[in-house]
């Protein structure tokens, strides 16, 4: 016996009929759009949109042919989303349940609709019921072919945060691209971001070249990134529970570009410093104090230009190196001679993978006239040197054949406990967008991999594992 078909009236009936709970769960699984869509064409459903315990609003999502019109839209879109409907057009209360838990709002930083996005977040999140607050803000592009423009909107923000308070007390991720502050801005800014746990600033600079310094011993602040950044250093006095770190940047000053004080729980690095012809290689003991002692992942980006590092003798190193199990250094420029690399393992006994990138990328453009001259680095190990952690040994980039096979049979005698050694490619998709010969020195790096492991292994009985991938 056949079932009778149902019309489509009755389904929409069966579902409108379900309880709120379980409508919210349909739509949460929605895109914003698809979710304000479908409360836009159903009465019953009409109130949902308002009681999403997530939004993620985005100035990508609105039309508009100037910034302003979009930050319009924007605005209006935002204020609505975080109020409630009238009681009468629910079946419950949404006054007293509207739980909004994750808000993140992408938007420009346009004067004239602020104050109003800051008054919606603060009536939102005064309920208590916010975990994730973020706020991700760029000036309108049309402004940044103007040094007074980029400065005109970092004053903007800053009145922002001093107009919301309660907004940026609630802020636990911040995102900041292309403005100017003055230095002392940025060291009230995160102190009045109570719930602050990531700060990441894009291409931002200092009013005036000077030190940027971070004192901010009661922040909860986890991550911090600084790309693109300019200042004559980064000083970290006080950062009680920053795990990790990452600095992009240009330091415009002779001495030490990072200094990092209180930083107890600190995990990961990633430096990368783009060095002026002017400025000497400087040491990572001189960045790095004492309570830094819990340091596990260093990542070192040199962008095929200088070695800003310089090795230091064992007398000259604190313990601070004492538990990296991980460390990387990324775009050493191929002619290079790595033996000066070799300090890392003398002064990181614990490390068990150390990877090193040599590849020359096309995406780099040239390099700047004022860039400080590529040198070869010398150092050698200490005589009788042995280590005893390592397992794996990353490699990539062949374009010196007999260096890169040397170097390697130097870390195979050292590291008595290796295990594995990987021999990898590293295509690029930039480098293949704007260099039409990419693909074929991809290929011949490939070929210079598989002659590499022939060469150590012909003959050797070494039990260590040699991968090409």
């Not at 104090?289 to 990542?299: Q, V």
């Not at 170097?407 to 704007?434: D, F, Q, T, W």
Request: proline share 6%; aromatic share 8%.
């Amino acid at each position: 016996m056949e079932s009778r078909p149902i019309k489509t009236g009755q389904t929409r009936d069966r579902l409108s009929a379900l309880p709120d709970e379980l409508l919210l769960g349909i739509l949460e699984r929605l895109r914003l759009r698809d979710a304000v869509r479908a409360g836009a064409v159903s009465t019953r459903w009409r109130h949902l949109p308002h009681q999403l315990s997530r939004l993620i609003l985005s100035r990508g999502n609105f039309h508009g042919t100037t910034p302003h019109e979009i930050m319009d839209a924007f605005t209006g879109a935002t204020q609505r989303l975080l109020s409630v409907p009238p009681l009468a057009e629910s079946k419950c209360d949404c006054r007293s349940t509207r739980a909004v838990k994750v808000l993140r709002l992408n938007f420009y930083v346009s004067a004239p609709h602020l104050r109003s996005i800051g008054s919606a977040v603060e009536d939102t999140v005064s309920r208590g019921q916010t975990e994730h607050l973020v706020f991700d803000v760029v000036p309108p592009s049309s402004d940044l072919r103007h040094a007074s423009g980029v400065t005109k909107f970092g004053q903007q923000f800053m009145s922002f945060s001093r107009a919301c308070p309660i907004a940026f007390r609630w802020l636990t991720g911040l995102f900041i691209s292309s403005l100017k502050f003055r230095a002392s801005d940025l060291q009230r800014l995160v102190r009045a971001c109570e719930k602050l746990k990531i700060l990441y600033l894009t291409s931002c600079r200092l009013v005036e070249p000077s030190v940027l310094k971070i004192d901010v011993p009661n922040s909860v602040i986890e991550k911090l990134e600084f790309s693109h950044f300019r200042c004559k250093r980064i000083d970290l006095v006080s950062v009680p529970k920053l795990t990790q770190l990452a600095c992009f940047y240009t330091a415009y000053s002779k001495k030490t570009p990072l200094l990092l004080g209180y930083v107890p729980e600190l995990r990961k690095v990633d430096l990368c410093s783009h060095v002026k012809g002017w400025k000497a290689p400087f040491a990572l003991s001189e960045c790095f104090s004492m309570n830094a002692c819990n340091l596990s992942e260093l990542y070192l980006e040199f962008n095929c230009r200088m070695i800003w590092i310089k090795p230091e003798h064992p007398k000259q190193r604190s313990g601070i190196f004492s538990n990296l199990t991980r460390v990387a250094l990324w775009f050493i420029f191929p002619e290079c001679d790595l033996k000066w690399t070799l300090f890392i393992l003398d002064a990181a006994p614990a490390l068990q993978k150390f990877a090193l990138n040599r590849i020359r990328h096309s995406c780099f453009g040239q390099t700047p006239e004022d860039s400080a001259l590529k040198t070869n680095v010398v150092w050698e190990p200490p005589k009788d040197f042995k280590h005893l952690n390592l397992k794996l040994l990353v490699v990539m980039g062949f374009e010196e054949e007999d260096q890169v096979t040397n170097y390697i049979r130097i870390i195979m005698e050292l590291a008595v406990g290796l295990k594995k050694i990987k021999l990898r490619g590293h295509p690029c998709k930039n480098c293949s967008a704007i260099d039409p010969e990419t693909p074929r020195r991809f290929e011949e790096d490939e070929a210079r991999r598989h002659r590499v492991r022939e060469r150590l292994t012909h003959g050797s009985s070494s039990s260590v594992q040699i991968i090409v991938s």
